[in-house]
């Protein structure tokens, strides 16, 4: 142990050997804080490198190859440097996007997820309410500032659309709507800005509930 206490300065004789210092022992790394590090630089790497997506389009009137507004938004992403690592269309059936949004939320290779369409109050609009149920914390927040941001080009029509997010398994899972302009508002003005502090957040919370 190194005494930082002062000591009387003494004449060395020329018979006298130097004494040497004995190095300071450095303190024993905390594994916790090791480990809460290595998590931060790897979000901070992943996160200067872009997210990676999936987008999973909830329709039953068109397929894959006519997906314009998964087109859209899978192109708004790729612009922005992000990736897709997966893309599907399922119908809009309850059980299938619980299963579905499950699976995805699992993966390691998927930071984020973005549904297209179900947001709205027809009938067969169940994307949100599948969601919903799943969801370990909501972020009313998204859809609120997609309303606003909205209402410019839709006025008072916005209350018609039940847009939301939450999270899932320690990832961000978007809900955005199945028109063009509003799956593109959504991705671009909200979900590329906002993505990577969420995905960093979830994904701490995740190992601390891993760690417990």
Do not use: N, W
Request: aromatic letters at 4%.
């Amino acid at each position: 142990m190194v005494d930082f206490q002062s000591r009387e300065p003494r004449t060395q004789t020329d018979d006298e050997p130097e004494e040497e210092e004995e190095p300071a022992e450095e303190p024993e790394a905390d594994s916790e804080s090791e480990e809460e590090q290595t998590e931060q630089s790897a979000t901070a790497a992943e996160a200067e490198d872009g997210l990676a997506y999936a987008v999973v389009t909830v329709t039953a009137e068109r397929s894959m190859a006519d997906d314009t507004q998964g087109d859209a938004v899978v192109e708004v992403l790729e612009d922005a440097g992000e990736s897709v690592t997966t893309r599907d269309l399922i119908k809009p059936s309850y059980d299938g996007i619980q299963s579905t949004l499950t699976t995805l939320a699992e993966r390691r290779d998927v930071d984020a997820v973005i549904t297209i369409g179900g947001t709205g109050v027809e009938p067969d609009d169940v994307t949100v309410d599948a969601a919903d149920r799943l969801y370990e914390k909501r972020l009313p927040g998204f859809g609120e500032l997609f309303r606003q941001l909205a209402h410019d080009q839709h006025g008072t029509a916005v209350v018609g659309t039940r847009t939301t997010a939450g999270i899932i398994d320690g990832a961000p899972i978007f809900s955005v709507p199945g028109t063009i302009d509003g799956a593109i508002l959504a991705t671009e003005d909200i979900i590329i800005p906002e993505a990577p502090s969420l995905v960093a957040d979830a994904a701490m919370q995740d190992a601390g509930a891993d760690h417990s």
